[in-house]
């Protein structure tokens, strides 16, 4: 199944750049039925109705490029601020997708105030991982993630709307991880940086 996702995306990215670049009409329904093969194969693979996959998988223009998706790391007495989400009662990182207008940074800290309730100052990047070489679920996009570190300036645990709990937790601890979000072996990769400062940054 994963290799077969793995394909269809391809195959849009593809037919996005094709129907980008190309002038030739022909060469345009060339790309377009690649882009209907992509959405069927999407389908068939993830049990979703087309008109979802249109809206969600084939609907951009323009280059095809990945998204980019931060997360904040936030220590506090030895332990990982993690936020516990609505959608499917599991624990993640705060954090969310890229915003237009926004850095990194401000991402880092507009994410963790809405969902924690916290004021952080982002210090330091930890990490630009490829979420394709981590055991995530499959996903329909090619996703980028961005950890990086932030220290806790002021403000008092809150939930927010995509989140009802908010928590502290050391490394032999850890609560049901959201893995679609965050896996074992990244928060495991995140307190290296917390035992090890001078740790490089991790890249994929």
């Excluded at 394909?7 to 750049?17: E, M, P, V, Y």
Aim: hydrophobic letters at 40%; proline letters at 6%.
């Amino acid at each position: 199944m994963e290799k077969m996702l793995d394909w269809a995306k391809r195959l849009q990215a593809i037919a996005q750049n094709g129907l980008a670049y190309s002038k030739d009409v022909y060469d345009k329904e060339r790309f377009e039925a690649i882009r209907k093969i992509s959405m069927e194969m999407m389908s068939e693979q993830s049990g979703v109705d087309m008109e979802q996959i249109k809206d969600l998988f084939a609907n951009e223009t323009g280059y095809a490029t990945p998204k980019v998706d931060i997360r904040a790391i936030v220590f506090q007495d030895q332990k990982l601020l993690m936020v516990r989400e609505k959608h499917d009662g599991k624990w993640s990182l705060p954090g969310g997708w890229a915003d237009i207008g926004l850095s990194p940074k401000e991402v880092a800290v507009k994410e963790v105030k809405e969902e924690t309730g916290f004021d952080v100052k982002a210090v330091k990047l930890l990490g630009v991982l490829d979420k394709k070489c981590h055991p995530h679920p499959p996903s329909a996009s090619h996703i980028y993630k961005l950890f990086i570190q932030c220290e806790i300036i002021g403000g008092q645990p809150t939930v927010g709307v995509e989140t009802d709990a908010v928590a502290f937790f050391p490394e032999h601890l850890l609560p049901p991880l959201s893995t679609p979000r965050n896996t074992k072996s990244q928060i495991e990769m995140v307190f290296t940086y917390l035992k090890n400062p001078n740790e490089p940054i991790y890249l994929d």
